[in-house]
């Protein structure tokens, strides 16, 4: 098992990461400002601070891993979700079986049930949901 931390995003790129404090750097990309959830505008309220972070697609990272399988791979981006799939054009050939977590809606459409169209979109046909995360296979 490879476990690798990196900000991911639709597209390889330089993106403002919003926070409540300067310590934790971990609550969230620009995407807050779309997401029509309460706890997401929560955060978006408090964020003080900003901090310019690289992005990478999963298309991207998976070159720069030479990453050439994966039986599973869980995707919990707190509200990005919609963006990373829809980045993940090469790569998806390659994966089984993929779990998405979606806490949030945008637009009062759950982010699940947009996660299982992009998914469709992209070959898989098998879902099962388990709370607020859904779980797609070939």
Known sequence: MILIQEAVDFT???ATLYTR???SMAHGLKSFESIEDPS?????QV??????????SLDDLFTKYAIEKVDTMHVSVTGHEIEV???MNTILPVLKKIRVSCPYSTKGIPNIETA?????QKGFSNFNVHGAAIIGER
């Open 12 to 14: 390889s790129r330089i």
């Open 21 to 23: 404090d300067k310590q």
């Open 40 to 44: 997401a505008v929560d955060r978006k």
């Open 47 to 56: 964020n003080n601070f900003t901090k310019q972070v690289r992005t990478l």
């Open 85 to 87: 799939l829809n980045g």
């Open 116 to 120: 299982k169209d992009v998914l469709k």
